[in-house]
């Protein structure tokens, strides 16, 4: 460590910088050192983060180039505490991405609901605790929310349905219960929304239908009922995996993007009926597994794929009811 900050000092006195050129914020640098030093390791962590330097050279702090005021604070350095209060005063970050700090623990704190500028929060891959919190909906200018692989617990709040100009929300991978809230149907825009491995239950709302999922991802959940609410020709969603819940509905209702539909996953439920002849329009579709359901009735040829030379094996279609026809046995007349 005494050799590292040794090598910090002499490149310091040898590089030429001098006070009158430094970019940073005085407050910036306070509240960066402030949260530094917050952590149970800061002289393992965040080495270049030392006041002989601007701080908007420090590693993971990027500052705007005509205010100079901190506008992104990336840390993958193994913090080790909680998110401390102090990054409320960093209040023109525009992206905070605290990310697979598997030391990093506790509550997410009601501080990161004042950073009305954020563009992008990532927190994902830590050890957050407790519930994903409703003061995150004050953050208006939010595009992505990314919360997954930690241990929050608790019901998605009906908030988070509130963001005007949110494009992506990832809360997978997490203890998260309940239903999915009925406002969701009002998320404008073309949004993508992960909710995979959780512990979330219930039925769809059908006022999902209502919004234009780019990529729907609620797999390994308990959700009961329909998803049909997701499968309409006029939709844009290249992703639709509602793999391995308790869905029952009728498949043959079911409509498709025909030229949007790349991953399509229903494997692992209780779907029932047969496979619309209309999916084989989906020229880009790459993978498909209907496989583990309750379906019948010959399986469709005639593919139309762009970008597969062959069509699906029977992995994509095993133990149903009674699917027949290639690549399965082929169908009794």
């Not at 102090?86 to 023109?92: E, G, H, P, S």
């Not at 509550?107 to 927190?123: C, D, F, H, M, Q």
Request: proline content about 5%; charged content about 15%.
């Amino acid at each position: 460590m005494r050799l590292l900050l040794l090598f910090f000092s002499l490149f310091f006195l040898f590089s030429g910088f001098s006070s009158g050129a430094e970019r940073c914020h005085p407050s910036d640098r306070t509240a960066l050192l402030k949260f530094k030093y917050s952590f149970a390791n800061p002289d393992q962590i965040l080495q270049s983060w030392i006041p002989a330097f601007d701080c908007c050279d420090w590693y993971g702090v990027e500052c705007n180039e005509t205010t100079n005021r901190v506008d992104s604070l990336v840390s993958t350095v193994q913090l080790n505490g909680t998110i401390p209060d102090v990054i409320a005063d960093l209040k023109y970050l525009r992206t905070l991405r605290l990310r697979k700090n598997p030391f990093l623990v506790g509550e997410i704190p009601p501080a990161i609901g004042k950073l009305a500028n954020l563009v992008s929060l990532e927190l994902n891959w830590n050890s957050l605790t407790g519930s994903v919190p409703a003061f995150l909906a004050n953050l208006k200018k939010l595009w992505f929310l990314d919360l997954s692989f930690n241990k929050l617990s608790g019901t998605i709040p009906a908030s988070l349905s509130t963001f005007p100009e949110i494009i992506g929300i990832d809360l997978s991978r997490n203890q998260l219960t309940g239903s999915i809230p009925e406002s969701f149907g009002n998320l404008k825009g073309n949004i993508y929304l992960v909710l995979s491995h959780n512990k979330l239950s219930g039925e769809i709302p059908a006022s999902l239908g209502n919004a234009n999922f780019v990529r729907i991802m609620i797999s390994r959940n308990n959700f009961t009922g329909s998803a049909l609410m997701f499968f309409k020709a006029s939709k844009t969603s290249d992703t639709i995996d509602i793999s391995r819940n308790n869905f029952a509905f009728n498949f043959s209702e079911a409509s498709f993007m025909a030229d949007m539909l790349v991953d399509l996953d229903i494997s692992h439920n209780k779907i029932w009926g047969g496979i619309p002849s209309r999916i084989t329009d989906c020229v880009v579709l790459q993978n498909l597994n209907v496989s583990y359901n309750r379906l019948c009735g010959e399986i469709p040829s005639g593919w139309k794929l762009k970008y597969r030379s062959q069509p699906f094996d029977n992995t994509s279609y095993l133990h149903n009811r009674c699917l027949c026809g290639s690549p399965l046995q082929p169908c009794k007349r």
